[in-house]
């Protein structure tokens, strides 16, 4: 595996970066979770453009254009000759001393890609629904991470996701600090009740999967609404499925123990999940291995 560390290619070995890296030290930093179907990056610049809103917020200069980080990740998918991919890139702000300030960090910041393959849940999921449950663990307050960036600080949903693990389940529903839904550890909630797809609209990441599901919908004249949702709402929705970039549309079935419509994944559902194939296979940067 050729991984791409601040513009060499290095072995998986090789692929080392300091101690003193505030990304390690502290969580400093952005990173990004990307697919390639069939020689096609999906959306790449969309998730260039929130890697660097992400960085905006931080202050962290990458030191390279979009375009460069654009041709990087093609870069990276075509070294290790991969055509159906899971792609990382993660931008630290770099070296630092022990200390919390930023402003120590003199060097340039650490630009990591590695591509690779990623399955996140057995096939039997996809096919049958999961069941997930809302946990103690709430989603972080805008004033304290604002939920939109992505950062390397990931310890709100790994709190969840321990809290999920320890039930015996794979998933769960991060409540806001108001007590709606916010969004799952690494992925956003949709439900649909009476033919109307409802998905959070504040408080969440700006998933990027998300967004296609939203585009599809509109496309198809499914009704949308972004709104508050609170868990008696999932409860009582007729279906209900997550997307993310890892996950991709995955129904769910059940919530806290409460069976959703049918108990199985429904119509509206199974007819996104089919449109946002065919998306994969022509919405992307093309390139070839
Ligand atoms: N919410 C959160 C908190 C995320 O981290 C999504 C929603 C979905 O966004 P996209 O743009 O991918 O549709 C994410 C992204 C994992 C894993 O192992 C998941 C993400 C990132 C890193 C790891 O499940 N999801």
Redesign the pocket.
């Known amino acids: 595996m050729k991984i791409y560390l601040n513009g060499k290619f290095v072995n998986k070995q090789e692929a080392k970066i300091s101690v003193f890296d505030h990304g390690f030290l502290y969580g400093d930093g952005a990173f990004e979770?990307v697919r390639s179907y069939h020689g096609l990056v999906f959306r790449l610049n969309e998730h260039i453009d929130r890697l660097y809103e992400t960085l905006h917020t931080l202050l962290i200069d990458p030191r390279m254009t979009k375009k460069q980080m654009s041709d990087a990740v093609v870069a990276t998918l075509k070294a290790n000759k991969i055509k159906d991919g899971y792609i990382r890139l993660i931008v630290s702000r770099g070296d630092g001393d022990l200390g919390l300030d930023p402003r120590k960090c003199y060097g340039a910041p650490n630009v990591i890609i590695i591509a690779d393959k990623i399955t996140?849940y057995p096939d039997e999921l996809y096919r049958k629904g999961m069941a997930i449950i809302t946990v103690p663990t709430t989603k972080n307050h805008v004033n304290a991470l604002d939920?939109e960036l992505?950062s390397l600080n990931y310890l709100n949903?790994i709190l969840a996701k321990i809290e999920a693990a320890n039930s015996g389940y794979m998933e769960a529903i991060l409540l806001d600090t108001n007590g709606y839904v916010a969004?799952?550890?690494?992925?956003?909630v949709f439900i649909i009740k009476d033919g109307v797809l409802l998905t959070p609209g504040l408080g969440?990441?700006k998933?990027?999967?998300?967004q296609t599901i939203l585009d599809i919908a509109a496309k198809l004249k499914v009704k949308v609404q972004e709104c508050l949702i609170s868990r008696h709402q999932v409860y009582n929705a007729h279906e209900c499925f997550l997307?993310?970039?890892?996950?991709e549309l995955i129904p769910v079935v059940k919530v806290d123990g409460r069976t959703i419509g049918s108990g199985k994944p429904g119509p509206v559902t199974m007819k996104l999940l089919k449109a946002f194939k065919e998306a994969t296979k022509k919405d992307g940067v093309r390139y070839a291995v």
Not at 207 to 210: C, H, L, N, Q
């Open positions: 979770g996140l939920p992505k949903s969004e799952c550890t690494g992925d956003n969440r990441l998933g990027i999967t998300r997307t993310g970039t890892a996950a």
